[in-house]
């Protein structure tokens, strides 16, 4: 069946525009993540949703990074005024029993 | 100090050694994930355990609550098997993962 999918899976911008990134996770997952690797580092929790509960927003790292997840399926994780330290794979990952199953990731660089 | 400590941090084995890449970590835990990025940057979820010992294929993933320690063994180690192994933890307090830096793998033919 289909894993979870990410578009873009590039995007280059230039610094202070806005981006959104997408992910579909795999139907019927209850939990959704958004990952960030950066060049050379290792893998950071940003935010996650649980169904209709409030989600985890603890691992934003700042206000400009946003996430919304509608219809407890399709999320967008959405980055104001991009920097370039922004740079990273984004990943997302969707889990029903606790298993995680990642998406390709979306590789942004930003000017 | 990081909460999750992988090593080695980089290895590199000929084709048939077995492998080990260890985990410890300092907080608690109800599950610990092994997880292998590939040079493409894909992932994939190899175990996720809670106790004892889970096997697939030449894979084998143990864990010790007590210790803190998780253990990922690779058999008769292959070429394919090079990537980037990753131990993650989810914290007993939530569901977020906490990730190592990885351990690189490096398998000669």
């Known amino acids: 069946g289909a894993g979870v999918s990410q578009s873009p899976s590039n995007k280059v911008t230039e610094k202070g525009k806005d981006v959104e990134l997408r992910c579909d996770p795999i139907?019927?997952?209850?939990?959704l993540y958004w990952y960030r690797q950066s060049l050379g580092q290792g893998l950071e929790f940003l935010i996650y949703f649980q169904g209709n509960s409030a989600p985890d927003k603890s691992g934003l790292p700042s206000d400009r990074f946003s996430a919304e997840r509608t219809g407890g399926s399709v999320s967008t994780l959405t980055i104001q005024r991009t920097q370039q330290e922004d740079s990273a794979v984004y990943l997302c990952?969707?889990?029903?029993?606790?298993?995680?199953?990642f998406g390709p990731g979306t590789r942004l660089l930003v000017l | 100090k990081n909460e999750v400590e992988q090593s080695p941090q980089n290895l590199t084995a000929q084709e048939g050694e077995f492998i080990t890449i260890n985990c410890s970590y300092s907080v608690g835990i109800s599950a610990l994930h092994w997880l292998q990025q590939h040079p493409g940057g894909g992932i994939v979820s190899l175990f996720m355990?809670?106790?004892g010992k889970k096997k697939h294929g030449r894979l084998i993933a143990t864990i010790n609550i007590q210790e803190k320690h998780s253990s990922l063994h690779i058999t008769a180690s292959h070429p394919r098997d090079s990537a980037v192994y990753i131990c993650a933890v989810r914290e007993t307090s939530g569901s977020r993962l906490t990730f190592g830096e990885g351990t690189q793998l490096t398998v000669n033919p």
């Open positions: 990952a969707s889990s029903l029993l606790g298993v995680r199953h």
């Open positions: 355990l809670s106790s």
């Open positions: 139907s019927g997952h209850t939990a």
